[in-house]
């Protein structure tokens, strides 16, 4: 991806402290704010059950594999609450395997006249990768796609004291929003995608204040909100701002309109910012910034990772290893009167 114009990625997401060049006029079938705000709760609404399932495939790997309910049947039993957990086994060596196969960026010449091009793209990819620290990111990444089923990176660029550098930021899984109907693994199909996280309203302002439009939306997001609003008595995607804290739910969305990438920053009051995308592609067509994938995908369009597979398994070990080591202690043999000459030292060879 290149920038068409020396200007910063999108969003003070990174807090780069630059902003886009927005030369160009909104067409007219961009969505309004309200449109935008029911895109990014009908994105979180469908995918609701998909995304309890992955938190729970994450506490599997995190050992929280027994229910305050289980638990407290097994102490009713006075049963062990065992857990041997296969699956952070499992995960980790996939980790590891990923380690262990990677590769340093390659570029190689279609033809015999491009192989200086391509040594020196390959430079630069390296460069890049270096400088990102890619292979980090990668393995985070990959450690998303494993267990909740889906993560992305966000490719920008932004501008230094020596120029143009590309950035690569990891998405994690919890900070992705999409198109709900959207079925292929890559995303590809998907007529918008985007980031969600929570800012605190001083800095909101500051970073989105230069605008009266942007700074009445701020305000209008927050006044909204009351004081009861907590996170436990509704969906926490039907709750913009946390007076308690002083916080706000910013939304970045990006669009696809025919052929055109276009984005929005934007609250529950309003818009803050939102242009066509900078970005082309190597044919010189717009692009998107975001690069998100998944592991599988169901017939419901839920993203899923390995885990899901191995939690039936798992259960099984742990219920059954609980069970075998109660009758161990509970161990007890009953006979008749009179059924052995002497009783200890059967007792004894029972033991």
Not at 80 to 91: L, Y
Not at 93 to 122: C, I, N, W
Not at 125 to 135: E, H, P, S, W
Not at 215 to 237: C, E, H, M, V, Y
Request: aromatic content about 10%.
């Amino acid at each position: 991806m290149a920038a068409t114009q020396p200007v910063a990625t999108i969003l003070e997401f990174r807090r780069s402290g630059s902003n886009y060049e927005m030369a160009q006029e909104r067409p007219n079938d961009l969505p309004t704010a309200n449109e935008l705000v029911d895109m990014f709760e009908s994105s979180e609404d469908a995918s609701y059950e998909a995304r309890q399932a992955s938190e729970r495939d994450r506490d599997y790997v995190d050992n929280i594999q027994l229910t305050a309910d289980e638990k407290a049947a097994l102490r009713k039993r006075k049963q062990p609450e065992i857990v041997i957990n296969r699956v952070k086994r499992k995960v980790d060596f996939l980790k590891g395997y990923e380690m262990s196969q990677r590769v340093d960026p390659r570029a190689l010449p279609r033809t015999p006249q491009h192989e200086e091009d391509a040594q020196g793209v390959e430079q630069a990819l390296r460069y890049v990768a270096d400088d990102q620290r890619f292979d980090h990111k990668r393995s985070q990444v990959w450690d998303n796609l494993l267990v909740e089923g889906a993560a992305g990176y966000r490719v920008g660029v932004k501008e230094t004291r020596y120029g143009i550098d590309i950035t690569i930021d990891r998405v994690p899984w919890d900070r992705m929003f999409y198109d709900p109907h959207s079925s292929e693994p890559d995303f590809s199909d998907a007529r918008y995608i985007g980031l969600v996280k929570w800012m605190d309203y001083d800095e909101a302002l500051r970073i989105y204040g230069g605008s009266e439009e942007a700074k009445d939306a701020l305000g209008d997001t927050f006044n909204q909100s009351s004081i009861s609003d907590t996170f436990d008595d509704k969906p926490r995607w039907k709750v913009w701002a946390d007076k308690k804290r002083r916080r706000v739910r910013i939304c970045q969305i990006w669009l696809l309109r025919g052929e055109e990438w276009w984005f929005a920053e934007y609250t529950k009051g309003g818009i803050l910012r939102e242009g066509a995308s900078p970005h082309v592609d190597d044919r010189g067509e717009s692009d998107c910034e975001l690069i998100f994938g998944s592991a599988y995908v169901n017939r419901d369009n839920d993203r899923y990772g390995i885990v899901r597979e191995m939690i039936g398994p798992q259960d099984e070990i742990n219920k059954r290893r609980s069970k075998a080591l109660h009758l161990l202690n509970v161990n007890q043999t009953t006979i008749e009167k009179g059924a052995v000459d002497d009783v200890e030292k059967y007792r004894r060879e029972a033991a």
